[in-house]
């Protein structure tokens, strides 16, 4: 097996895809050093260096082998240098496939929206992103309901693979709905999600890496999106 100790994390704290990665790697237990971009903005030479692409976080140093970026990358990586260690993909190549789709459209479709929101001004366009985000959630509703079973996670019993990937996304989900007077996880309109997304935001390996209300509500008015809601 690879040396775990070899791990290094560059990340930031408030970015839910370098949380997302972080949340894998306490579920499986593993050790790494966190090298913390303390202003994204002015990127390290470290960072450049490792991931010239995108020039984004997360990336994954191990031991001596080239870095690895985007955080979906990462997480199947860890998954496959440490099998025995609380498998987050199934192993069954369907169940594989289904959680590699909704892990797209979640990446793809659905996060998407609440940056879409931020960068709309007028009431009836926020609406209408309002209405996008409402039938997503649904259509996860409907993933949820498939893949866990009738159990707590995506991952049944256990959280899997769809719980880190879109558990990193809860406590954002949740300071965009208190600006912008919306619920995604509404128990009326999608009952298993709202029950999930408390599970979630609750679970030792994702509470201790999610950015609190004060770090989201400083990042927020640094980044100028603090947009007065329309109301
Ligand atoms: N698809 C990427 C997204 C990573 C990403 O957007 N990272 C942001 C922080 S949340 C970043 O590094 N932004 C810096 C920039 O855009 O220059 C992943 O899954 O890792």
Redesign the pocket.
């Known amino acids: 097996m690879a040396n775990e100790s070899e791990i290094k994390l560059i990340g ?1 704290p ?5 949380n ?1 990665v972080q949340f894998a790697l306490n579920l499986k237990s593993l050790k790494y050093e966190y090298l913390v971009e303390t202003d ?1 903005t002015r ?1 390290s030479e470290l960072l450049l260096k490792s991931n010239p692409v ?5 990336v994954l140093l191990h031991a001596d082998k080239p870095p690895i ?4 990358a ?1 997480i199947e990586y860890l998954d496959e240098m440490f099998p025995g260690l609380f498998q987050l993909l199934p192993l069954e190549p369907l169940h594989r496939a289904n959680c590699r789709f909704w892990a797209a459209y979640i ?1 793809t479709k659905f996060f998407p929206l609440y940056e879409e929101l931020r960068q709309t001004m007028n009431k009836e366009g926020q609406e209408a992103i309002k209405e996008e985000m409402i039938k997503a959630t649904q259509l996860l509703e409907e993933a949820f309901i498939k893949s866990s079973n009738g159990k707590s996670y995506f991952g049944g019993d256990q959280v899997g693979y769809l719980d880190v990937v879109l558990g990193c996304f809860v406590s954002w989900t949740k300071h965009v709905d208190e600006l912008y007077d919306f619920n995604t996880f509404d128990e009326g309109k999608t009952p298993q999600l709202a029950k999930w997304a408390k599970n979630i935001s609750s679970h030792e390996g994702l509470k201790c890496v999610a950015p609190g209300k004060e770090i989201l509500t400083k990042l927020f008015m640094v980044l100028n999106l603090v947009k007065p809601p329309y109301k």
Request: one cysteine or more.
């Open positions: 930031a408030t970015s839910p895809f370098v997302r994204i990127k995108h020039k984004k976080v997360p970026c985007e955080s979906l990462i990446d």
